[in-house]
């Protein structure tokens, strides 16, 4: 690996052992040939001659046609030639290369002609030229990257900041009291090296597969830099930087439309390490989680959050059973580094390890990378989505909201940024009751933390009793909108379409073939024909149906056979 000078400062320690790692992987594993640039398969070297001579006749031609004369109309009938012999060669390269793909079908049936036939090479999705900011195209590439990182990466502001907020600014700064975090034990570091994910690796290229078989290689020096990062109270700069990758979330909206694209940062996997280090060395920031969490949280997923969901609705002694679905506007991006930070000092957090998210939460950057091109920002706000620490520190975010003293038949539950809260109640007018100071508790909860509940993208719905007119509930003066059903985001594991139960249900010894989806109707697994087979449902209003089927099951029937009564 190299010399490793283990007397130098934490930062200079983690940045001399990054450059180790990576000069060794270089040449042990060697450099990664770079993907190709997307250009055209039939571009040829005589193209390109002739492009560039084209350019060149263009040029002449446009100086001299203010002098006029014979000169400029020799320099006119010149480009004109050159441009009709381009794009003459254009079209038979292209024609060339069609007939190529065309041909290789007979030779290699399974090649390129059959991806390209079945849709499995498609241009990229997500343009960056094509991306609209308050209904305008920017000006070029550079302008359309420098504003898309304006809008997924939002700075963090002093200007509008209320005495509280300077308030919890001044907070932030002070240390915690208590003793310092014992230190990082070697077989503590080699646990977490050991069950380091496969995720992609940041902008070094370091997978996690090099950082095990380094942890092998020098398990005392690869220890003695996160040891003297967690004594220093450090977390070096070089692992700080991320690359900003734009994905489309998927949810129907125009790719035209900045929204509708989802920020990923792809850190590196040493600091990653480091992160999973901090969470070992401070388990307080997360052990008083409240139970009514059930995104990232050990025992609790979104299974547990649709089941409180579905119990409420289906057990409750009230004749009525509200469902409000708060959303969030850009929850992850607008997350305010100063309120986690005092957050996580309520839990018991060691000096030096309050020193670590300090520093983590300092010089920040992401870059977007597009062709040859970057465009940098220094992030001052948000939990990275991609990172360790950020859904830790976003449930501490989230925690005392979960905590709220509410009214009396009021109850409300999350997974990660989605907020559900449930209304029991007799009347109508019992729910607008409950609602609107429900609903203002949560709000001063949000101006407090800084983060706005959308009223247009938040719904409502009731899932228990009918009633011969929807309730009106208003969040910040503005009504939020009434659903007869809703789709639940289930953001992880396998679910099945409506269209694959089906065709399961009739077929019944097929199995069903599960697909990764990003949102899911509301499901519960249910046997059928013997095969399990998920049963895909919407949340729709509680209905009691006059047949035998809607009476609730003795102890003798299945559940199974039992609709759902949602």
Known sequence: MGWLHVEKPAALLAKEFSGIVIRSAEEGLGKRRPRGSGGYEW???????????????RRAWQSKRRLGGRSEELARMAFHSVRARYRKMMVEAQQSQHRKIANSGNEDPWGFAYRLASGRVRPPANVINGIAFAGVHPDGLEAAMHKLMSALCPDDSTDCDSPYHRQVRLLAAFMPSGGAAPPLKVEELGGIVKALPNTAPGLDGVSARIVRNVWIAAPREFHSVYAKCVEEGVFPNVWKDGRLIVIPKGNDKPLTDVKAYRPITLLPVLGKLLERVILRCAPAISRGISEYQHGFSPGRSTVTALRVLLSTARYSQACYVQAIFLDISG?????????MMVKAKRGGCPPNIYRMLVDYFTSRRVGLYIGDRVEWKTSTMGCPQGSVLGPTLWNVLMDDLLRLLLPEGVAMTAYADDVTILIESGTRAGIESRARVTLDLVREWGL????????SKSTTMTIRGKLQRPPVIKLGGESIKTVTNVKVSLRCGHTHSATQRRAAQQTPHRPCQAQTAQTAMVARTAPADGVAVPEVHTITPWRRVATEGSRRPSNGTSEANYPLML
């Open 448 to 455: 407090r933390n800084r983060l706005e509940f959308s009223s």
């Open 331 to 339: 929850a992850f991006d607008n997350a305010w580094w100063p309120m």
């Open 43 to 57: 571009w040829t070297f005589e193209l390109d001659k002739t492009r560039k001579l084209q350019c060149k006749l």
